[in-house]
């Protein structure tokens, strides 16, 4: 037994050897690329098919940017603590006027010199997450559905995202600028004074018995 304990321990000690040196040399080597391995070929095959046409006439004025930590918990089962996921999130909404809403009876011509205009309403164009600056900072107690927890926590972000818009007056601010960029802009096309009012909308008469 002593002896060939003897005869092994060389080779146990090449082998241990060999091992270090490759995991040292392995590293330099990954950087060099195969000459003999085959150029992968990437093929692509789409067909795209244009669904719909649809004009558009939505300025957009404004845009205000958003910063967010959002925490979203779920009640699972009654034995198991909550579901939770933090978030960072990054959100952008912006406020537009549509100028299709524009009636030929909201421009009315004063003299020769004045054109009085009635903008509709200023409206909140558009809300979404900027899923490329917010990531996922922490999931706990998924139980195997963390993608599930993570969409749910961006969906209620995302509806945090129109809420806070609204609420920081985003709609005054569009109309604020509606005033500043397209009274110039008409003035200058028309050569006349521009007042910009706001249309009246006709309120909902109620339902007949």
Known sequence: MPRLLRRLLPLAF??????FLWTKVRPALSGFE???????????THNTVLEKVEGLGRME????????????????YRFLPDAKV???????????LDLRKVRPQDVVLEGDSVVRLALPAPELC???????KSKVYSVENGFFQDAELV????KYAEA?????????GILAQ?????????RPLLETMTGRRVILTRRLENPLLPARR
Do not use: M
């Open 86 to 96: 933090a978030l960072i999130v990054a959100g952008n909404a912006i406020g537009c």
């Open 151 to 154: 969409d749910a926590g961006y």
């Open 61 to 76: 004025l404004v845009r205000y940017q958003f910063k967010d930590v959002v925490e979203y918990k779920k009640s699972t």
């Open 174 to 182: 569009t109309e604020q600028n509606a005033e500043q960029i397209l």
């Open 34 to 44: 195969n000459p003999l391995a085959p150029t992968p070929q990437i093929t692509v």
């Open 160 to 168: 945090n995202v129109r809420t806070a818009a609204l609420q920081s």
């Open 14 to 19: 090449l082998l241990g050897l060999g091992w």
């Open 126 to 132: 558009t809300w979404q997450v900027d899923h490329s």
